[in-house]
């Protein structure tokens, strides 16, 4: 298995240094106030110090995914995130003999293009390498994970290179008579598609085995010393292939496709330069309190770490709710470019600083929460996510040896393997959108 990197975070000491209350006087809870729990007197407080960080989101598994991300964009807040393909291509079937005297017309692959996250409006370089290096069956996801920051070797020789401003409005109708829906077209050097045709009814086309030992895979980026300011999401199993055009003895107008297919190995490639960006101060803060600001994007980008130093003050106790919610601060939003997340979610911090499973998740989708709201509070129309924590709280208060009180826990953007949103959130410190801990509980005698 590829070992993933750790990340290396500076704990934070709590040792009495912060002048900070850990909760006011709990309120009192009747029975006419918690529908369902008439027969106790609960107690509620939502005033717990929150110490929230940004932090850099440790490499994710990025292979077999269901889309891959490919494009380069310069976010006026996050700096630049880049994001490639490292695919195998396969034969349809065995034993390929194209024919007699063949001749080539042109070598083209075809990306299905289903989403893009950013703006359209710059143009992107699209390049196509030939990878040197054979990457193994990752049929076993028990025993073979490939992870977002890994690099294979790649020949630097460029096999494809387009400039472009792809579109989801387009379809393209070839002159074999094939139509396509919207996609990344890009033909390829006719040097390589001439090796590529002369292996037709050699052993490298006898089956796929032979052929991955001739053509290890590709590797589809873009150009990122000039970039744009979208990254696209394409299918590589929906109408995607690498189409040879060509002639034969017996008719001057053939294709073939190589194909993409569930066998073969794909694995995404994130990185994130935040050198100048609004980001980057939080990510080299050393405040002990925590930042007013906090910043969650995915392919691997960030994500935010919540402690709560003072949640054992509670006691003794059994928590009935405990509700926690982040609002957005739309003075760093542009909606209509950058969507905001439809969905957030929250894993467990490790005590090596990994992601971990969070027990709340049992309860639902629909319990846990994490879905982005519309709410008004005072007149105003906020963005918030709530999640629901009871079960993860419980287990923190009860000392449970899986759950360090300073561990704290994780907010990440949902399905950041491969989907490219980000939002900034107001943290613990924030003076009008701070984050928020609502807890419900009973004391135990």
Known sequence: MVLKKIISIICLALCGAFAFESCK?????????????????????????????????DSLISNRLAANQIGCMMDPIFGKTSAG?????????????????????????????????????VAQTFQVYRMTELMPSDSDVDSILYYSHQTFTIDQTLIGEKTMKPNLKDSIITAYGDTYPPC??????????NDLLAQSGTPNFADNDAFLNYLNGIYITTDTTTPGSALYLVNLLAFSSLTMYYSNDEDDSLKFDFVFNPDCVRVGHYTHNYSGSIVEPYLN???????????????AGLKAWLQFPYIGSLGNVAINKAELIFTETESFSDD?????????TMTKREDDGANGFIDDVLEGSDHFGGKKETVNVDGEDLIQYRFNLARHFQLVIDGNTNYGENNGIYLLTNLSTRHAGRIVFG???????????LITYTKIL
């Open 25 to 57: 006087e709990p309120v009192i809870l009747g029975k006419n106030i918690l529908p369902g729990d008439d027969d106790i007197n609960a107690l509620f407080t939502d005033t717990f110090t929150i110490i929230a960080k940004t932090v850099r989101e």
């Open 184 to 193: 990344i077209r890009i033909r390829l050097e006719d040097v390589f598609a």
């Open 336 to 344: 209509s470019i950058y969507k905001l997340p439809t969905q957030m």
């Open 427 to 437: 943290g613990g410190t924030h003076p009008d959108y701070k984050i928020e801990l």
């Open 285 to 299: 803060s050393t405040d002990p309190a925590g930042d007013n600001l906090v910043f969650a994007q995915g392919l």
């Open 85 to 121: 393909i490292y695919t195998q291509v396969r034969l349809p079937t065995a034993n390929v003999d194209l024919g007699d005297n063949l001749v080539l017309d042109s070598l083209v692959l075809w990306m299905d293009l289903t989403a893009y996250y950013g703006d359209t409006a």
